[in-house]
């Protein structure tokens, strides 16, 4: 399967905390994005990391790519009410314009 | 920028009808993306245009699933006759590259 496996499904943490989820997979990869969807809304791009990539970050937002593993994390710093939702990773293989998503990670921040 | 716009947001029909939805993407995106999204997964690829030319449909049930990108900009997704099972979200994305893809808020759909 192209699909990527978020874990966990659900988390739950005090607002001030941080939140990190992991996304693993098992195909090749061009690149690996992670979106954000809030409830009842359409997903929010937030980050892509290349293949050739082993980090980025974007505010509070802190993506790793291990292609050995075949695994990606996603860290949330000092949580806020307003990250309650969830989030997906999306691959994109080789040759490829379209994303697989996985089945998402359930965040919830408790204040 | 104007995002994506969808319409209707929320459709409520009988098993057996049909439905079809609207996408409107983002000025100058030549990709246009159409997922279903069951309650509690992630995004499924229904169907992917470049421009006005289908690139993907490998997933699209076309015995009742039929979409149509006119003069390479709106695109329609049409469900007939509808199931229960149907029941879902639908996303339309667009992309100016292929990478990152910028999504509408969704129609809503109940069958009955």
């Known amino acids: 399967s192209q699909q990527g496996e978020e874990d966990p499904q659900a988390l739950s943490i005090q607002e001030g905390e941080n939140a990190t989820m992991n996304c693993s997979y098992k195909?090749?990869?061009?690149?690996l994005q992670w979106y954000r969807q809030n409830s009842g809304r359409g997903l929010v791009h937030l980050i892509l990391?290349?293949?050739?990539?082993r980090e980025k970050h974007s505010g509070r937002l802190r993506v790793t790519l291990d292609t050995s593993k075949k695994s990606s994390s996603l860290l949330i710093t000092a949580s806020r009410a307003a990250d309650t939702a969830s989030y997906f990773c999306?691959?994109?293989?080789?040759?490829?314009?379209?994303?697989?998503f996985g089945q998402g990670t359930r965040l919830t921040i408790n204040p | 920028e104007a995002g994506v716009a969808q319409s209707p947001r929320y459709k409520i029909i009988e098993k057996r009808q049909s439905v079809a939805f609207w996408c409107n993407p983002i000025?100058?995106?030549?990709?246009l993306y159409w997922y279903q999204q069951i309650l509690g997964q992630g995004p499924k690829l229904l169907i992917q245009f470049q421009n006005n030319g289908v690139v993907d449909d490998s997933q699209l049930p076309k015995d009742r699933f039929s979409a149509e990108r006119l003069k390479g900009v709106d695109s329609t997704l049409k469900i007939q006759p509808a199931k229960l099972e149907d029941s879902a979200v639908y996303l339309c994305?667009?992309?100016?590259?292929?990478?990152?893809?910028?999504f509408g808020p969704g129609t809503r759909l109940l069958v009955l």
């Open positions: 999306a691959l994109s293989t080789q040759g490829a314009q379209k994303l697989v």
């Open positions: 000025s100058g995106h030549a990709t």
């Open positions: 994305a667009s992309s100016p590259t292929g990478e990152t893809q910028y």
């Open positions: 990391i290349r293949s050739n990539e």
């Open positions: 195909t090749s990869i061009n690149n």
